[in-house]
Nanobody, 121 residues
């Protein structure tokens, strides 16, 4: 019943920028931590950035200083602004969230469908 819908992926040249967005919808009472993960071909999924319900942020070392995570709690959305993109940033990027679901009030981890980011000249 709860879905995360991602957008913003695409092809960009090295040094370019992209802004990813993820919107949660469904029977949502509240959302806790929201995250961005990525997975490159043949590689393990890795955490890119996290923003908590109190707006604390965490960044993986390989994106620190280049990427910015933000959230709009009123719209149940999270964004990832990506600057100075490198070929090694090429991956499928996944949105993740811990969602308090109506009517039970239980917490569930929900994943988006993924959006492909390709950094290439």
């Amino acid at each position: 019943q709860v879905q995360l819908v991602e957008s913003g992926g695409g092809l960009v040249q090295p040094g370019g920028s992209l802004r990813l967005s993820c919107a949660a919808s469904g029977s949502i009472l509240s959302i806790g931590t929201m995250d961005w993960y990525r997975q490159a071909p043949g590689k393990e999924r890795e955490l890119v950035a996290t923003v908590t319900s109190t707006y604390n942020t965490y960044y993986a070392d390989f994106v620190k200083g280049r990427f910015t995570i933000s959230r709009d709690s009123a719209k149940n959305t999270v964004h990832l602004q990506m600057l100075s993109l490198k070929p090694e940033d090429t991956a499928v990027y996944y949105c993740n969230a811990v969602v308090k679901v109506a009517p039970t009030g239980g917490y569930f981890e929900v994943w988006g469908q993924g959006t492909l980011v390709t950094v290439s000249s």
